[in-house]
Structure formats: structure tokens, C-alpha cells
């Protein structure tokens, strides 16, 4: 089978539309009130360091991806080992944000439906996505970005009338420590759930890649986050923010031009279904590979389907409403994903880093003694 690839600019919109995901539906750093933007700009600070490890790892291994870099360097059984670990992240994430996508369709548009519905429908859709592979995947990337672009800037043009400028002051007026309070809940949502790309960048063209993937795609994304989170606060205050489940879906709805332009909604809508479809699948894709890996399979797409259908069944039970849901989100997710997109990347790239120079050592005496025997 003929190895996957992708260029440099479609990685690059890939990890956008991710980091989007149901990031910009759902919003993220609310417990810092009026200054959450303050602390999703510190959270970027903090995920530059953390890309350039994801980065650095995939660069010592060009070609390869975090299962087969864990392989070659902890051997087989602790390569295995490690890799289930980042295969289940990869799955659970995906069903968390599959059950995203439910719980808003069934909020804002079929209260009558069934969470299980959407979830079934928009699962099989990345079923697909994941059978198709990463290089339909960055085409279909290509496209969407396009779409989501342009939806975020028309509507965030078209609700500057409903902004008012108090709802962001005093900045830090309840003290520097309020402002942080949201950077760890930034970081590890949306910002370190881009370590699943370890898993599948594999595809990218040459050793340096995953360095121009990571950081434009980080600085890009964490930008428009950041607006983003600055036009929902203007529009709609802390407040009314703290109070919704959707922030953006509430803030598109004060769209109201001479009674005849509003209810205009429905465009946080088509930017969940292009973004979180990206998002699922990748994670899909990651989890299937890994799992193909472990279990010594050629081809990952055999097991795509039942992976799939696991991740929807996983969806529709890990909650029993969306009180539950946000509650995991905001209050849990933050301190369990950070061990998965800090503390084990890091370790590993320590490891691998240490086990190079011991490597390399040895050859560095012998050329210092051919050298001094020739003199």
C-alpha cells in the first residue's frame, strides 16, 4: 500500500479546523470571567514550548509516528504499552466530541430527538472520513477552511452592532489570579489535544515539517480563539456567558439588521459539522492506527468501522445529560488530559533525547581518538 502523504499547508489547516473543533461552539477558559481571553493568550504561550516537543519528537523519526517512534525506542512490549495509553486519548477524545455535537444539535434545534440520533448520523460520517484517509481528509481541510473563515468573519462583522465595549472592563479587575484561572482549562482544551497529530503526521513531506505544521497552525487557530472569545464577551457579557450552554450560538443570535437579517444561527452550526467532522476523524484515524500498530495489522482501514462504532457507542453513554457534559469539561477534563498532552510527551522526549546522546557518544570518542592517532 502506497504511503499516505500531505503537504505542509494542508497539516496546517487540518490542525485549525481541530483546534476549532467544538472549541469555538462551546468556548473554553470561561472560568476567568471577562478576562477568559487573557488566559487562552497565556495558554498559547505556554503550548509553544510544548508543540516544539511534539515537534522535535517526530523530527528525530521522519516518516514515522508516535507508535513506531515508542517502538523503536522502549522496545516492543513498553512501546505497546504507552502506545494503548495514547490510543485510548485519541478514542476518548473523539467521543467526547462526538457527544458534543449531539448534545448541541438536540439543544438548539431537536429537543424531541434522541442525544444517540446525531451521534449515530454524524459518527458514520467520520467513519467514512477515516476509511477515505489523511490525504482526503487535508483535501476535504482545504475546502472547509475556506468556508469556516468566512462564516467566522461575516458574523462577527454583521454582530458588532449588539457589542458593548463595558462587558470587557476592568481587565483583571478582580485580580491577576481570576485571569489565570482559565489557562490550564485553554491548554489542555483545545491547545494539547493536538499531541493525537503525533499519531498520523507520519504523512508529512520531510523531516521538518511538523515544526511549520505546529506553530503557524498554533498562532493561526489560538488567534481567531482568541477573538472569538473577545466577540462573545462583547456581545453577550460574563454573565450571559456563564449562564449558556453555547456562548457563540447565543452571540450570532442577536444578529438583527432591520428585522430582516437574523436568526442566523444556523452558521455556528455549519462550523461544528466542518470542524468537529475534522476533529473526530483525525482522532478516529489516530486511534485505528495505533490500534492496527499494536496488533500487527498491514492495514488500518479494516478496523475503522468496528473502532468507529465502539467510539459512537462510547458517545452515547459516557454522560447522562449535558449538565454532566459541561461539568466534565470544565471541572475534570483539564486535570485528566494533562498527564496524556504534557507529563507523558515531555517524559518521552526526555528519554528519547538522553538515549540519542548516549548513542551518539561513543562514536564522538571514537572520532576524537582516529583523530588524535593520526596526529
Known amino acids: 500500500m502506497n504511503k499516505e502523504k500531505i503537504s505542509i499547508t494542508q497539516g496546517i489547516k487540518m490542525t485549525i479546523l481541530f483546534l476549532f473543533g467544538s472549541t469555538l461552539v462551546m468556548g473554553t477558559g470561561g472560568e476567568a470571567g471577562r478576562d477568559m481571553w487573557i488566559s487562552i493568550v497565556a495558554a498559547i504561550v505556554l503550548a509553544v514550548p510544548l508543540l516544539l516537543i511534539y515537534s522535535r519528537i517526530l523530527s528525530l523519526f521522519p516518516g514515522e509516528d508516535l507508535f513506531q517512534i515508542l517502538e523503536l525506542n522502549f522496545g516492543k512490549f513498553f512501546g505497546k504499552l504507552i502506545s494503548i495509553i495514547f490510543i485510548w486519548f485519541a478514542f476518548h477524545l473523539g467521543a467526547l466530541v ?23 448520523m454524524f459518527g458514520l460520517l ?4 477515516a476509511k477515505a484517509g489523511i490525504e482526503t481528509m487535508a483535501k476535504c481541510s482545504d ?34 489570579g481570576k485571569a489565570m484561572s482559565g489557562v490550564l482549562s485553554s491548554l489542555t482544551y483545545p491547545f494539547g489535544e493536538t499531541v493525537v497529530f503525533m499519531m498520523i503526521f507520519s504523512a508529512l513531506p520531510h523531516k521538518k515539517s511538523a515544526y511549520k505544521v505546529y506553530i503557524p497552525a498554533l498562532l493561526l487557530g489560538g488567534f481567531v480563539v482568541t477573538s472569538i472569545a473577545l466577540r462573545n464577551i462583547l456581545v453577550l457579557g460574563p454573565a450571559t456567558i456563564k449562564a449558556v450552554y453555547f456562548p457563540s450560538y447565543s452571540a450570532i443570535s442577536r444578529v438583527n439588521i432591520g428585522n430582516f437579517l437574523q436568526r442566523l444561527e444556523i452558521a455556528v452550526t455549519i462550523v461544528f459539522i466542518l470542524s468537529g467532522f475534522i476533529k473526530i476523524t483525525v482522532c478516529l484515524l489516530a486511534a485505528t492506527k495505533g490500534v492496527a500498530r499494536v496488533l500487527g495489522f498491514d492495514d488500518y482501514r479494516i478496523l475503522v468501522t468496528p473502532i468507529g462504532l465502539l467510539m459512537v457507542n462510547l ?41 540519542l546522546r548516549a548513542k551518539n557518544k561513543p562514536k564522538q570518542t571514537e572520532t576524537a581518538v582516529e583523530d588524535g592517532s593520526s596526529a
Open 98 to 120: 462526538l457527544r458534543n455535537f449531539g448534545e448541541f444539535i438536540i439543544t438548539v434545534g431537536l429537543p424531541e430527538t434522541p442525544a444517540i440520533v446525531p451521534v449515530i
Open 126 to 129: 467520520c467513519i467514512w472520513g
Open 143 to 176: 475546502y472547509f477552511i475556506i468556508f469556516v473563515m468566512v462564516l467566522l468573519i461575516l458574523f462577527s462583522i454583521l454582530v458588532i452592532p449588539s457589542m458593548d465595549t463595558d462587558n470587557l472592563f476592568p481587565i483583571m479587575g478582580e485580580g491577576i
Open 315 to 355: 458517545a452515547n453513554i459516557i454522560y447522562k445529560n449535558i449538565v454532566e457534559m459541561f461539568d466534565w469539561a470544565f471541572e475534570v477534563w483539564p486535570y485528566y488530559a494533562f498527564p496524556f498532552q504534557v507529563i507523558l510527551p515531555v517524559l518521552i522526549w526526555i528519554f528519547i533525547e538522553l538515549k
